[in-house]
């Protein structure tokens, strides 16, 4: 069997499949002449570049390195030993990691068949000492959704002295996923802490952005619990010339969705269930050994991520690479009934 490492085609990790756009890499070019410099004591430029990019007001953005960063952040700031975090499983793999690093009680729920967070079960697990309710919407590693009713039906069971984290890493590419605007959202729900990056949607993972967007107390609470110098100048340069070629990053999002639309659809023509995604990868639900998968997959180069007796997770990436997952799924496809 092929190492993973060999892999030609890196799908196990929901990177963009493209290179960094031509003016995020001039503009990382510029800043580096002032690498000799300190950033800023607190990200304040950065915040405001993102305020005006989402129309809220400075004092609701939290800026820090990667969404996962902030979401650290977060749970310095509000969790204590022995309260308790509820999240779904399997989801995003920083939040059990988060709780150990808190000594929170970490209450996993499994996700329901339709391979959605079961919000009555997560209710039932909801108490005085839950400090965060995670929800990935879309959800990592399935790539599902909940419509804004159906989330706002389950805020209103979560106690006031939780926060609900509102994890949208991937919301970008949910280009028909309807909500209200995020200063709205925040004004009416003030427990609520909206949590995205750039990482996915605009191919820039390595220079780790991301942020929160949450009511101004909560904001700088997150703060209070930051270290200084930690977005740097290089950041702050990528994020400014990334979020400026709004067109481009369009263009490269419907490819995406319109390569992910024809790989879901070869598969389910294979006869796998493929879960419908609003992201830019795929969950193929793979309970059974994967091992045979798994050789064929690595076979032709393909890495992707593993969920044993659970699933498979696929980012879409280029056509060929996408190809060369068809054919390793062809391969292993599932009997006939």
Not at 54 to 65: C, D, I, L, R
Not at 69 to 91: M, R
Request: net charge negative; charged share 20%; glycine share 6%.
């Amino acid at each position: 069997m092929a190492a993973a490492s060999a892999a030609r085609h890196l799908l196990a990790q929901n990177e963009h499949p493209g290179p960094p756009l031509p003016s995020v890499v001039a503009a990382l070019a510029s800043a580096a002449g002032d690498l000799h410099r300190y950033p800023d004591f607190r990200p304040q430029r950065i915040e405001g570049i993102i305020a005006d990019w989402q129309g809220v007001p400075a004092a609701q953005v939290v800026v820090g390195h990667g969404s996962a960063g902030v979401a650290l952040d977060l749970f310095h700031a509000v969790v204590e030993p022995g309260d308790n975090v509820v999240h779904s499983a399997p989801c995003f793999d920083a939040y059990p990691l988060f709780c150990e690093i808190a000594r929170a009680e970490a209450r996993a729920v499994p996700l329901g068949p339709d391979a959605r967070h079961d919000l009555a079960a997560m209710a039932e697990r909801l108490d005085e000492r839950t400090r965060i309710v995670v929800l990935c919407n879309p959800h990592n590693p399935t790539g599902t959704v909940y419509s804004w009713a159906e989330l706002t039906d389950f805020f209103r069971l979560v106690p006031a002295t939780a926060l609900i984290l509102l994890d949208e890493a991937y919301v970008d590419f949910a280009r028909d996923w309807a909500a209200p605007s995020v200063p709205d959202r925040i004004a009416e729900w003030p427990n609520l802490v909206v949590l995205r990056t750039l990482s996915k949607s605009h191919g820039i993972a390595a220079l780790r952005i991301g942020y929160a967007l949450a009511e101004e107390s909560v904001a700088q609470r997150v703060r209070d619990h930051q270290v200084p110098y930690a977005v740097n100048r290089l950041q702050e340069a990528g994020l400014l010339a990334a979020v400026s070629a709004r067109d481009e990053v369009d263009r490269r999002i419907a490819e995406i969705a319109a390569e992910r639309e024809r790989l879901r659809a070869e598969l389910l023509g294979l006869g796998w269930t493929v879960a419908p995604s609003l992201t830019n990868f795929l969950w193929v639900v793979a309970p059974g050994d994967q091992l045979p998968l798994r050789a064929e997959l690595e076979r032709r180069g393909v890495a992707v991520r593993y969920y044993p007796g659970q699933g498979v997770r696929i980012a879409v990436g280029e056509k060929d690479a996408n190809d060369a997952v068809i054919e390793g799924f062809t391969a292993t496809a599932p009997a006939a009934p």
